[in-house]
């Protein structure tokens, strides 16, 4: 005989729109708490895809149905399941439908399942060599024409999912694959007044500087976006003396020729730190860092510093610097959207 919670799911694939409407907002009440989480979570390989098929619904559906399997998805285990049910194929289809009207739930949908290794895989299209990096693209491009001005910005978690792929060596390779142009665009989004695009685009940054080593000469090549975005959150708040800014590139110089807002967010300055100094450890890296005159921005930035944690940031780029290349590495950085 079928538990209450059976019958629901089976509710979901009603003919009646009505008893699929009631059913669906019950099951989106339940994801709510961890006890209706883990009640749910039996009844998965029904669920979830009754509520995917629901995606294309009208608005009050498919909605409710969105916002459930974000929920859903904060569980690794329920994650991964859907996951092999191939719903980030599904995400990816119906995003891309010109009648979409819940573009901003399955973006964050995407943040949740490349948490894990299998999600990243599966969004890269790593089996399939002709489609390969074929999603991100399409992400890339959405999240670079839609900006922090427009009333919905449903794109912006785009750089969580960003942050994500770079955790693993293809996501890199394929943001820095000068080929396809994808690190400039992204770059470029750092201008954005949203601060979860700019964390969005110095953690994807960080993370591709992890393959400065063998492609120090593609992070360079978009080095007119690059030094701005890594070097103008951790300039400090002073106006550079024109001394300073002569033995920089125009870009450099004239941002640090005026008043300018500060980057607020510590973890930002972290990051770029960081990025800084994983290009540092190659000896090009240096070179282009000495051209730019990063080593005076960065003195002048630790001057102003008043985060712990940023100030321990600047002292490792500092000894490295000073020193050589004797300090741990950093990890990989990574976004969870809840």
Not at 40 to 45: I, P, S, V
């Amino acid at each position: 005989m079928a538990t209450e919670l059976e019958e629901l799911v089976t509710f979901l694939s009603s003919p009646s729109p009505q008893i699929t409407k009631v059913a669906v907002d019950i099951v989106r009440g339940l994801t709510g708490s961890d006890e209706g989480l883990h009640s749910l979570a039996n009844q998965a390989k029904a669920l979830i895809p009754a509520l995917s098929r629901l995606l294309t619904a009208p608005k009050e559906v498919s909605e409710a149905a969105a916002e459930a399997l974000v929920n859903l998805s904060q569980n690794s285990n329920l994650a991964g399941e859907m996951v092999q049910m191939r719903l980030v194929e599904t995400t990816m289809d119906v995003l891309y439908k010109p009648e979409c009207c819940v573009t901003r739930l399955l973006v964050m949908l995407l943040v949740n399942v490349t948490q894990l290794d299998a999600g990243i895989a599966s969004l890269l299209q790593t089996e399939d060599e002709k489609v390969r990096g074929l999603y991100v693209m399409k992400l890339v491009r959405s999240f670079c024409r839609t900006t922090y001005e427009n009333d919905d910005d449903s794109f912006e978690h785009v750089g969580s999912i960003l942050v994500n792929i770079t955790k693993q060596r293809e996501g890199r390779e394929l943001l820095l694959d000068p080929k396809r142009g994808l690190l400039k665009q992204i770059i470029r989004q750092f201008d954005s007044n949203s601060s979860l695009r700019k964390k969005g685009v110095s953690g994807t940054i960080r993370n591709c500087c992890f393959e400065a080593e063998n492609q120090l000469q593609n992070l360079l090549l978009v080095s007119e976006f690059l030094w701005p975005a890594l070097l103008l959150p951790v300039a400090g708040n002073k106006i550079y003396s024109e001394e300073d800014r002569m033995k920089m590139p125009l870009e450099l110089g004239t941002a640090l020729s005026i008043e300018r807002e500060p980057v607020n967010d510590p973890e930002i300055r972290t990051q770029a730190l960081e990025a800084i100094y994983l290009i540092l450890l190659q000896e090009a890296g240096r070179r282009a860092f000495w051209s730019v005159n990063g080593p005076r921005i960065v003195q002048i930035g630790y001057e102003d510093e008043e985060d712990p944690k940023v100030m321990g940031a600047y002292e490792q780029l500092g000894s490295l610097l000073v020193h050589g290349s004797g300090v741990e590495e950093p990890e990989p950085s990574t976004e969870t959207t809840k």
